[in-house]
């Protein structure tokens, strides 16, 4: 009797669910999962025997040992369909921590079903009005060339971030229909048209609607190397759409984040020959360029491709203003021909509203105009001395020049660059770009005054209020955002054109001046705008009057003071670095709400003011949320990096390509090249410094950080990581040439592969764990077993440092169940994997038709590491695969099986004594008689005590 209430018991558990949660490592988020766990008996058995025997000891014992085995069985069945009752029982909740009902609370089932596995990260964003490129504008004599057609996220200015096997969005403003995941083709290319380059597919996993807005989930998979990619999507009903460099793969988030902060290039701007204060020497390439701003900012291009930030943030300023419809284009082919992914948010150069004057029945004014300014008309050529005579007759005339609006720059801003303000989470930080240059187009009026002379833009726009200025509804966005970005416990980092702080000299603020009355704000510097009495920019909103104390402002900066940590600005066109204790005063009541650091980054190319010079910022952002804001150099201090002093040439030999390195940099910087070279996986290449200068304790053979073979051809992209020589001489450097680096390419003929080597240790539901063992060819593990495959064991046979280890996990046979992905969706489409003959059959018509094959095929998880884990939560055969790429490029895989199974519960045994037939009873079974004379025992126990008690 004893044993069959054991087995009972051990029938009720096995066939009960148990309620357990896994955390992903990357992603970081709880699951909650239902698994059978035929271990689980374990946990409560001798309490529950314990109370079973005294119950049918004490008080049943006799009637019970009466009855045949065939009512014991249907007692055992009876208490297995019983819900348990487990500590971990509780309501479905959503992402947001409230009840769920209806098909959330499908979902949330779908969820505790599913395996989590470690999934790729996705970053998260906002965008404040998804139709912002599509919305209509004022009317304007200019259209502007529309860039941004169907896909509205990712752009140009606004890219999505994605890892190894990550996920993120694409939106599409169409009518098209949905259709189903077949219908749509979402590449990578990283070239932007023609042949050559590389191409991946992404698989479509999510498609939603929205009004006209379509949302697409795609995946991107383990083999995309870390890239800036251009995207391409084609859909139904013969949609067809690409953005360029709107997609980077950044490879994996354990390390830290590196990220160039840069503003104002202007490139229009001819003061840079008045003030201009380049650290470098000229004799580095100008590719071409007559003009050496421009020089420059192909230069600066060229560095940040070397050094191969994870992205660019840039904060405004990327035009000048005198005709918008070529400067817009102009910069788009320049920016988007490159492998940069840039953040931009636009500044006032970005965004002014030029009018056209009106020259008929006006001239005897404008002549009065003329006449008046004289005194200053210029005697030579000098730009400086021509733009202030042009200055003083705009602002005698400037009453009646204005009639029609030529051009909105931030019209062409939303149709070519994306959106003027947004955020979007990265790791532990959360970004938030600013449009610092907002309002009407009459707050942001100018007149832009011009002339070509000998290819030259002479002139500028004449601008009354270039300062910042936040509209209501960013304000009221911004609000929303950051609370939900500091619920999530994000490191919030700001980046705009201007500083709410305002001017730190003089005048804090400016008050707009009305339009188009008041004379052009040249006599004093503004950082930032407000509505005084004298004028309401914009009289349809809620907006009170602002003061001095209390604007737009004042208002973002009591926002950063409260959320933020780090502020990115520019617009001043110098470096400068203020740093906030928490609970220090900013600026009057504001008061730092915790450490908060404001950086304003140096001009790229543009004229200098005080101390600037031209260059751009590197920040590094580690994993607990600090950033380093360090000076770049302390002897000259400059906080930024001086832009023209490190390039790299490359010259095609028998062996192999030879690259240099040049530098005028008294730092080393890490860099990155790529070589397209034939796909070698027995041997791989050896890049070696010959000549020059070799960075401090590096070896003279550099390490190949990734391998990317094409998916369509036989060459492969080679990732070598590389450092630029130290400038040992005089900063700025007069000659450049001294210190330079020549690295030389030729096959590893001698270097053999890696042997990979895996380690393998599972654990139960309940956390009952096996002793690691090396997984050899095949393994067998109850289903619902978490498996951790550690690679640590991979060895190179010459003993050299490995690359990157890629994984990938197949459930190559589905006995029964359905192939879940592992991270929150159950997969209904099953790919069969079988010989062209067995898979399919051609109809009449020529149609193509999958057979019904038993085996079913699902890539469950692919990832990059030395360790992975996953859950085995379908029976069948998870198929692993193993590749480890050595510092050449050589490529050693390995490939072992391993089987999920649901094992038997015990069968019933006929020889236990109490169980002889389905016909008998109890009573003449051995047993039964040990059984009952326990029980008369313990009756006549307790009548005894009982009447001692009388």
């Known amino acids: 009797m004893v044993l069959m209430i054991h087995h009972c018991a051990r029938y009720q558990e096995y066939t009960s669910f148990y309620d357990s949660k896994i955390t992903s490592r990357t992603s970081h988020e709880t699951i909650s999962y239902r698994t059978p766990s035929w271990e689980g008996y374990t946990q409560h058995r001798n309490q529950k025997l314990l109370r ?55 979902n949330a089932k779908t969820l505790k079903r599913s395996a989590p596995v470690s999934a790729g990260h996705s970053t998260g964003f906002s965008l404040p009005t998804p139709t912002y490129a599509h919305d209509p504008y004022p009317s304007q004599k200019e259209k502007p060339i529309r860039r941004i057609h169907k896909i509205i996220y990712p752009t140009l200015g606004f890219p999505a971030l994605s890892t190894h096997d990550g996920r993120f969005s694409i939106w599409l403003y169409t009518n098209v229909s949905t259709g189903t995941p077949s219908d749509w083709r979402v590449s990578l290319k990283t070239k932007w048209s023609g042949r050559g380059g590389q191409t991946f597919d992404l698989s479509v996993i999510d498609i939603k609607r929205e009004g006209r807005i379509i949302n697409l989930t795609v995946e991107v998979p383990i083999e995309v190397p870390r890239e800036h990619f251009h995207l391409s999507v084609k859909g139904p009903g013969s949609l067809k759409d690409r953005q360029p460099r709107a997609v980077r793969v950044l490879g994996s988030l354990s390390g830290d984040l590196r990220f160039v902060a840069m503003s104002d290039h202007q490139l229009w701007d001819p003061s840079w020959k008045v003030k201009n204060r380049a650290l470098n020497s000229t004799t580095y390439p100008k590719r071409g360029q007559t003009e050496l701003n421009k020089a420059m900012t192909y230069q600066i291009i060229k560095e940040m491709e070397l050094l191969d930030p994870d992205f660019i943030i840039y904060t405004g300023d990327f035009l000048f203003g005198l005709n918008y419809r070529k400067e817009y284009e102009e910069m788009w082919s320049w920016w988007h021909q490159n492998r940069l992914t840039t953040f931009m948010v636009p500044g006032n150069h970005d965004a002014y509203a030029n009018y056209e004057i009106r020259i008929r029945g006006n001239l005897p004014s404008i002549g009065r105009g003329i006449l008046a300014c004289t005194n200053i008309f210029p005697r030579t050529r000098d730009w400086w001395r021509i733009w202030r005579y042009l200055v003083c007759v705009y602002d005698d005339v400037k009453n009646i020049l204005f009639d029609n609006l030529i051009h909105d720059g931030l019209v062409s801003w939303k149709q070519t660059f994306g959106p003027p303000y947004y955020s979007f989470d990265i790791g532990p930080y959360h970004f938030v770009g600013l449009n ?247 041997t791989g290449y050896r890049f070696h410094v010959t000549q020059g200068v070799r960075p401090d304790g590096e070896e003279s053979e550099l390490r190949v950080r990734e391998v990317s073979p094409d998916t369509r051809g036989p060459l492969a992209t080679y990732f070598v990581e590389a450092y630029t020589p130290r400038y040992l001489g005089h900063f700025p450097p007069h000659r450049l040439g001294e210190a330079f680096t020549t690295i030389e390419t030729d096959i590893a003929k001698s270097n053999r592969p890696p042997v990979p080597g895996v380690i393998l240790i599972t654990q139960t539901t309940h956390g009952k764990k096996s002793s690691p063992l090396v997984a050899e060819r095949r393994a067998t593990v109850p289903v619902g077993t978490r498996i951790v495959l550690d690679g640590s064991q991979t060895k190179d046979p010459e003993g050299k440092r490995l690359g990157e280890i890629f994984w990938k996990v197949r459930l190559i046979k589905v006995i029964k169940g359905t192939i879940s992905d592992g991270k929150g969706a159950t997969q209904a489409t099953k790919v069969h994997q079988e010989s062209a003959s067995e898979a399919s059959r051609t109809n009449r018509r020529g149609e193509s038709k999958k057979a019904n094959l038993s085996r079913d095929i699902r890539v469950l998880h692919t990832a990059r590491g030395r360790r992975i884990e996953f859950r085995a939560e379908d029976e069948g055969i998870y198929e692993i695969t193993i590749n480890a790429f050595d510092k050449h490029g050589a490529l050693g895989t390995k490939r072992f099986f391993i089987e999920s199974h649901i094992p038997q519960p015990p069968r019933l045994s006929a020889r236990c004594g109490c169980c002889v037939s389905s016909g008998s009873t109890l009573w003449f079974g051995g047993g039964g008689i040990i059984a009952l004379i326990l029980g008369v025992i313990g009756a006549f126990t307790i009548w005894k005590r009982r009447r001692k008690t009388r």
């Not at 065939?70 to 029982?89: D, E, G, I, V, Y």
């Not at 509209?471 to 994000?490: H, I």
Request: net charge positive; with cysteine; proline share 6%.
């Open 52 to 106: 079973l025997l005294k119950r049918l000891f004490m008080v049943f014992g006799i009637w019970v040992l009466t009855l045949p085995p065939s009512a014991h069985l249907a007692f055992c069945l009876r208490q297995a369909k019983a819900k348990p009752k487990t500590a971990n029982t509780t309501k479905a909740k959503s992402t947001t921590g409230k009840s769920t009902t209806g098909k959330q609370k499908r």
């Open 436 to 682: 610092t240059y907002d309002g009407t187009n009459k707050r942001r009026h100018a007149f832009a005054i011009w002339m070509p002379i000998k290819n030259i833009k002479l002139g500028a726009p004449a601008v009354d209020n270039y300062g910042g200025y936040l509209s209501e509804k960013q304000m009221r966005w911004l609000k929303t955002d950051l609370k939900g970005a500091q619920a999530r416990g994000k490191t919030i980092v700001f980046f705009g054109h201007h500083d709410p702080r305002g001017n730190r000299k003089g005048e804090r603020c400016h008050a707009n001046d009305p339009f188009p009355t008041d004379p052009v704000g040249i006599g004093h510097f503004e950082e930032w705008n407000y509505d005084s009495e004298n004028w309401d920019s914009n009289p349809t909103d809620s907006r009170y009057l602002e003061t001095p104390q209390n604007n737009s402002g004042t208002r973002l900066l009591e926002l950063v003071a409260r959320y933020g940590s780090y502020y990115i600005s520019g617009h001043v066109h110098e470096d400068e670095q203020t740093s906030y204790r928490k609970g220090e005063t900013i600026l009057g009541h504001i008061r730092a709400k915790q450490d908060l650091t404001f950086a304003k980054v140096t001009t790229a190319t543009s004229s200098i003011k005080d101390s600037g010079y031209w260059g751009y910022r590197l920040f590094k952002a580690d994993a607990t949320g600090k950033i380093q804001t360090r000076p770049f150099l302390e002897n000259p201090k400059l906080l930024s990096i001086p832009a023209g002093n490190f390039w790299k040439k490359s010259t095609k030999a028998d062996k192999g390509p030879t690259t240099t390195i040049y530098s005028g940099l008294p730092r080393s910087l890490r860099v990155a090249l790529r070589y397209r070279l034939k796909f070698r996986p027995k």
